[in-house]
Structures are given as C-alpha cells and as structure tokens.
C-alpha cells in the first residue's frame, strides 16, 4: 500500500504559475507511471500528464506547452510546473500511481485546489 500527497495548490492570477509537488510514501517512485489528473467543479476527472520510469511524457491537449511533469526518484516526488494558467484551470488536482498509460491505480491522495481567477 501506498500514499500519495499533493501540494502546493492555491490561488493564482490568469497567467501566472504554481508548481505542485506530489511525495510517494511506502515504494519507489521511480518503478511507476505517475500521472497528474483533475477534476474541475461539476465535471468528470481528465489526466493532465503523465511520466514514465524512462521519462517518457505525455500531456493533455489543453495544458500541452504550458504545463511540465517532472520527477525526482531519490525524494520519490513528483511535480507539475504549471505557467500561462488560465481560468479553466481551476480544479482539484490528484496525483496518482496509473496501471498504465491509460488507466489509473486505485491509490489517491487527497488532492490539492488550484483556482485560477482575478
């Protein structure tokens, strides 16, 4: 069993950034896809990005080129840099250890609010 924690939501200006920072407790980080998902007020949670042990990543189209996953194996963290951030953005942001490129796991942290407004 694993637990995932999410940090570093807030509020945030159009057009600002955050960076948020997912921690890995109880396996390795590295051994794992981990993806970035979220749910924003009233709608279905969508994957944001992921990254694979090799580094491989993929990202949504709405966030492509303004949003980069990144992870440090030796803290077993994990981050989503996110820049330009707009309204639509606002959402409740989960980090998550997938089943695979298209599926995640079942172990959930608790979430991390990121509202985007002026």
């Known amino acids: 069993q694993v637990e995932l924690v999410e940090s570093g939501g807030g509020l945030v200006q159009p057009g600002g950034s955050l960076r948020l920072t997912c921690e890995l407790f109880g396996n390795m980080i590295s051994n794992y896809i981990m993806g970035w998902y979220r749910q924003p007020p009233q709608k279905e949670r969508e994957l944001v990005a992921l990254i694979t042990p090799t580094g491989w990543k993929n990202y949504g189209d709405s966030v492509k080129g303004r949003f980069t996953i990144s992870r440090d194996n030796a803290r077993h963290e994990m981050y989503l840099q996110m820049t330009s951030l707009k309204p639509e953005d606002t959402a409740i942001y989960y980090c998550?250890?997938?089943?695979?490129?298209?599926?995640?796991?079942?172990?959930w942290g608790q979430g991390t609010q990121v509202t985007v407004s002026s």
């Open positions: 998550n250890r997938m089943r695979d490129l298209s599926t995640p796991g079942d172990d």
